[in-house]
């Protein structure tokens, strides 16, 4: 099982430009999340989503939209790529119940200039 | 008030050393605790869950103070390989969320 996998690893993107990161997993979890990690801040839950085909917003929704179309995809778009948007993004999986642990992808390095 | 405070160190220690880190939430309907661990651009990966009781796995024992809202996490006999930073991690709520610390950081040296 390859687990949680993210899409691109590396990008860098000038201001006003759009990009979808992928998040796959192949452990047929149904929940899945994405955060973004900065400096002195911690992990911040961007949108999250509870089974296929539902979304959620998070602590810092604003500036991103996702699609949860198949259970084992959660994509995460930026429609207009600004400076503070800068971040290391990190997407995890997990399955309902109470083992709350959850499984996350590599990280997406993100640069918007 | 953020919802969970660490210490973000560093702590540097000697290889062989006994280090305990501090977390403290603030909200005390808080259900579930964890520490994570994560390494240098690396991704988190769950350390181990911290209960009422207090528990250990091997050389790290995890303890929960409910009354005073804090959770601690002891390493004995530190490792080089300990060095990372470590994430204190809570629950909340009927969502399926966690929050995250901001981490402390644990340098281990020669």
């Known amino acids: 099982n390859a687990g949680v996998t993210q899409t691109p690893k590396f990008r860098v993107l000038k201001t006003g430009q759009s990009m979808t990161l992928l998040c796959a997993q192949d452990?047929?979890?149904?929940?899945m999340y994405w955060y973004r990690q900065d400096p002195g801040m911690g992990l911040r839950l961007i949108h999250y989503?509870?089974?296929?085909?539902?979304?959620a917003k998070g602590e810092v929704p604003d500036g991103y939209n996702v699609s949860r179309l198949k259970k084992q995809n959660f994509l995460l778009g930026l429609e207009s790529a600004a400076p503070s948007q800068t971040s290391v993004y990190f997407c995890?999986?997990?399955?309902?119940?109470?083992?709350?642990?959850?499984?996350f992808g590599p990280g997406t390095r993100l640069t918007v200039t | 008030r953020k919802e969970v405070e660490q210490d973000p160190g560093p702590f540097n220690v000697p290889e062989g050393a006994t280090v305990a880190f501090n977390c403290t939430y603030s909200?005390?309907?808080?259900?579930?605790f964890f520490w994570y661990r994560q390494d240098c651009r690396k991704e988190p990966k769950l350390l181990m869950s911290?209960?009422?009781s207090g528990n250990e796995d091997g050389r790290f024992t995890a303890q929960l103070n409910r009354a005073s809202q804090y959770i601690s996490l002891l390493i004995r006999d530190s490792k080089l390989s300990d060095s990372a930073t470590y994430l204190c991690?809570?629950?909340?709520?009927?969502?399926?969320?966690?929050?995250f610390g901001t981490g402390t950081r644990l340098q281990v040296t020669l």
């Open positions: 452990m047929n979890h149904e929940y």
């Open positions: 911290v209960y009422s």
């Open positions: 909200n005390s309907a808080s259900q579930s």
């Open positions: 995890a999986s997990r399955i309902p119940g109470t083992n709350y642990e959850q499984y």
């Open positions: 991690v809570v629950k909340t709520g009927t969502a399926s969320k966690l929050t």
């Open positions: 989503s509870v089974g296929e085909g539902t979304t």
